[in-house]
């Protein structure tokens, strides 16, 4: 054989000698050779598709905070729109048109003498009108809004001009001048009075037929003025107004958009309209809301918590109407109103606008938006775009579309910086190459030193986590290793322990859950929270049983006892109310220390609902008298038993309360307090129930707010 044909075969021989690669080795090595290209490859991809998979999620988090804020102003608008419905066709309101509409008309037949003149005169020329050419820079003539109607300026001498304050305004129910208006307001006005504070409104008006204003909650200079006439002709409201009537529905509502009003100061104010209907169909005018545009940002803004809500540094989501002019405050301003100023004027906001947003101190109906989201937008459109010009100038990403309230042709436009939306991708891919370079690294090394030392114990290990994942806590690993991985043998079985006793206390403490929850709401509604149903337990129930327990003499308990003395007898009273509730099948609602409220067919509908709340009220009357011989104490009960509908629902998931509400429960209360003396008191429909089995003594009637209710007592 020749040199020449020995010379291949020397290398093959040379490295054998040289590394002495087994078989197992070579395939780990090939291995190893494939997870370094295989980690680059993946570095690549997982770049690529990070990168985009965080600007995805920029925009899809954006895309969620608009869709929340949008849903919640359309469940604002919708509640402020059913809310005035219904306090329209209210019969108080009703009736409230008819008196208001006739003593309107009858105080056109009553004049201000000269001097009565002269000082509501003194009154717009001195504070009314100064104060509006001041906020609105316009030129107002000292008499032009003084109301033509003789009406309107009597009403506005006793109402309007004596306050200076709109709460004293608010405050005020009779003039003491002897009108049926007056009369009228005194009747009134403390329900309107009422709604506003409960309901959040700016103001009431009452208009007649006529576009009179025949009433208004804050006594405004609105009040007596005629809508459909200067200065209040070509407002929204008197739009509004005209529009309500044209639909000839008693049923219909209609909401204007943003405007400055004169009434208001100059301010910007919404309004929501409806007919005031009869009971006959019959319209006698319309309920005007009146709604401040600072209501509209508190949704739209979170109350101005935009960090919170997942917007960054940056972040904002805001409104723009048709006319491309916010309906909503800007962050940057709310946050910086001189930095704003000077942003928007380096970003090509017309000095018109500017002084507009001065003048205001708002960007409501004064910052001009016309931006490619707004375009897209207005036509109706609904999506993202992002590196887009913003109002402010700025590079931005933005989440748009309409808005679906009424005719109002709203848009909302959730938006964020570029730079700080990016921001993250950035980072990652930072985050990346470093770790590709240590991974490599770590991977090189452990699988050339390590990889024959583990194959066997990690294999184990990997069996015993997946019985672990799997849910089985007895998994163990035998420890028959050296070195770090027999640590790790003896760190999984720790952990398979400390997870075993965990298990245990997290059982002990969801078995305690239950018993907390069932201590503050019924047993059924606690199991429906604990397996989720937190935003769905609210609901109406018919024909339920109220027992409304007030307990007396309290005072008793302290006698001679210390306070934790007292602590555990009252215990002991309250486990007597509820071992006799679980009895009879009662639930429990609510047990504060003086009072005891239960509930008899509303969790469990049962058809003797009724006669299980008459027979627990005498229960109770006997767990007292057993309690009292026991302690020698002089506790009593006063009891109202009611049935109807009631409303129950989980008012704060976070403090767990959970309380009941409607006509029953107000009813029973009402029942329960119609006598100072202890006893058992009950409805007519109650005592068709129990009567025939108790003697009764009957009460007389007593007013509720649904109406006259006949009272009954046991005994």
């Known amino acids: 054989m020749s040199l020449t044909d020995q010379a291949p075969d020397a290398p093959q021989a040379k490295p054998r000698r040289r590394f002495g690669f087994s078989t197992q080795s070579t395939l780990l090595f090939v291995i190893l050779a494939i997870s370094l290209v295989a980690s680059g490859v993946v ?5 690529r598709s990070g990168r985009d998979a965080l600007q995805s999620a920029a925009l899809d988090q954006l895309t969620t905070i608009r869709e929340l804020r949008t849903a919640e102003l359309e469940r604002y608008f919708a509640s402020v729109e059913n809310d005035v419905s219904i306090d329209s066709a209210s019969l108080m309101v009703v009736s409230a048109s008819q008196d208001f509409n006739e003593a309107f008309e009858e105080a056109e037949s009553l004049r201000l003498t000269p001097a009565q003149y002269d000082e509501l005169a003194a009154y717009y020329a001195g504070d009314v009108v100064p104060e509006l050419e001041s906020f609105t820079q316009e030129d107002y003539g000292d008499t032009a809004l003084i ?10 001498y006793y109402y309007t001009a004596q306050f200076t304050d709109w709460n004293e305004a608010l405050a005020a129910t009779d003039a003491g001048d002897g009108s049926a208006w007056s009369a009228a307001r005194a009747k009134y006005h403390d329900h309107f009075a009422r709604l506003i504070t409960a309901e959040g409104y700016e103001d009431f008006l009452l208009l007649d037929l006529n576009g009179n204003v025949v009433y208004s909650a804050y006594s405004g200079i609105d009040l007596g003025a005629n809508l459909l006439q200067a200065p209040y002709g070509t407002t929204k409201v008197a739009q509004g107004y005209e529009e309500v009537l044209q639909t000839g529905s008693p049923n219909a509502v209609v909401m204007t958009d943003a405007e400055f009003y004169v009434a208001s100061m100059g301010r910007v104010v919404m309004w929501v309209l409806s007919p005031v209907g009869s009971t006959d169909g019959t319209v006698t005018g319309v309920l005007a809301a009146e709604i401040a545009m600072y209501a509209v940002g508190d949704v ?26 916010m309906r909503s405050i800007s962050r940057q ?20 606008d500017i002084a507009e947003i001065q003048r205001t101190e708002s960007t409501v109906l004064t910052q001009s938006v016309h931006t490619t989201s707004v375009d897209y937008a207005l ?4 999506g993202t775009v992002t590196n887009t010009k913003e109002y402010n ?18 848009v909302v436009v959730a938006r964020i910086d570029s730079s700080e939306a990016f921001a993250p991708a950035a980072a990652f891919a930072r985050t990346l190459v470093i770790s590709l370079l240590v991974i490599v690294l770590a991977v090189c090394l452990l699988s050339l030193a390590f990889a024959q030392v583990f194959t066997r114990p990690v294999r184990r290990l990997a069996d015993a986590v997946r019985a672990a994942t799997e849910g089985d806590t007895t998994a163990r690993v035998p420890v028959m290793s050296t070195g770090e991985v027999r640590d790790l043998a003896r760190a999984f079985n720790d952990m398979s322990d400390a997870l075993a006793a965990k298990q245990a206390k997290i059982e002990e403490a969801q078995a305690e859950n239950s018993r907390l929850l069932q201590a503050v709401m019924p047993e059924s509604i606690a199991r429906r929270f604990q397996h989720g149903e937190d935003d ?22 302290s006698e001679g006892r210390t306070s934790a003395e007292e602590t555990q007898a009252l215990r002991l009273l309250t486990q007597g109310f509820d071992d006799a509730a679980g009895r009879l099948g009662i639930e429990r609602m609510r047990s504060l220390r003086g009072t005891y409220l239960a509930t008899s067919g509303m969790v469990t509908p049962r058809v003797d609902a009724v006669d299980r709340a008459g027979n627990f009220a005498v229960e109770l009357v006997a767990v007292v008298d057993r309690f009292n011989a026991r302690l020698d104490t002089k506790v009593v009960l006063r009891i109202g038993l009611a049935t109807g509908t009631v409303r129950a629902g989980l008012i704060d998931k976070r403090t767990l309360s959970y309380d009941l509400w409607g006509e029953a429960v107000e009813v029973a209360r009402k029942v329960r307090d119609c006598s100072q003396e202890p006893g058992i008191y009950f409805t007519r429909a109650v005592f068709e129930h129990i009567g025939d089995y108790h003697t009764t003594t009957e009460m007389g009637p007593v007013e509720t707010l649904h109406g006259t209710r006949d009272v009954w007592k046991i005994g």
């Open 300 to 325: 739209m803004t979170g109350n101005q918590t935009w960090a919170d809500q997942g917007l960054g540094e940056t972040g904002e989501v805001y409104l723009v109407g048709p006319d491309q002019k």
């Open 393 to 410: 100038g700025v590079s931005s990403i933005t989440a748009f579309k309409p808005l679906d309230v009424g005719k109002l042709d709203w």
């Open 333 to 352: 301003y709310a946050e910086d109103p001189a930095g704003y100023l000077a942003k928007a004027q380096k970003a090509g906001t017309s000095p018109a």
């Open 43 to 47: 570095g690549v991809i997982g770049y």
């Open 147 to 156: 109301p033509r109607s003789w009406a309107g300026r009597y009403l506005q």
């Open 536 to 557: 769905s337990l609210g609901d109406e129930y018919p024909d339920v049983a109220v027992i409304s327990v007030v307990i007396l003499n309290l005072a008793s308990l």
């Open 379 to 382: 036509k109706g459109d609904t």
